[in-house]
């Protein structure tokens, strides 16, 4: 069982940055490929970022490659995103989701394959 939690949200201006992390209860962290998914009222869960559990491979929804980048501390058990040039179609609740897997280099984009998620942390950016 993994038990993650968000933090590092909050109201900035457009253009401005913020990086998000995500801490991992467990030792076993390393073993799990881990993503960033976004939610906003009315509207699905949205696939921002992930990383394999290599730490090799990355994606990126397309508006945010770029802007955004994912990265992972498995000795802190914690994954990053840093958020750079933030718009205001960025506002959302931003989630952290982690899987357990035996491949080091899987990158999962799909919010259904995921079996851990945070609390969420509420990103809002203002014009």
């Known amino acids: 069982q993994v038990q993650l939690v968000e933090s590092g949200g909050g109201s900035v201006q457009a253009g401005d940055s913020l990086r998000l992390s995500c801490t991992a209860s467990?030792?076993?962290?390393?073993?799990?490929?881990v993503g960033w998914f976004r939610h906003t009222p009315g509207q699905e869960r949205e696939f921002v970022a992930a990383?394999?559990?290599?730490?090799?491979?990355?994606d990126y929804e397309d508006s945010v490659k770029g802007r955004f980048t994912i990265s992972r501390d498995n000795a802190k058990n914690t994954v990053y995103l840093q958020m750079n040039s933030l718009k205001p179609e960025d506002t959302a609740v931003y989630y952290c989701?982690?899987?357990?897997?035996?491949?080091?280099?899987?990158?999962?984009?799909?919010?259904?394959?995921?079996?851990?998620w945070g609390q969420g942390t509420q990103v809002t950016v203002s014009s």
């Open positions: 467990g030792r076993t962290f390393s073993m799990h490929v």
């Open positions: 990383m394999s559990r290599s730490g090799d491979n990355r």
């Open positions: 989701a982690a899987r357990a897997t035996t491949f080091y280099n899987t990158v999962l984009t799909r919010s259904m394959l995921y079996d851990y």
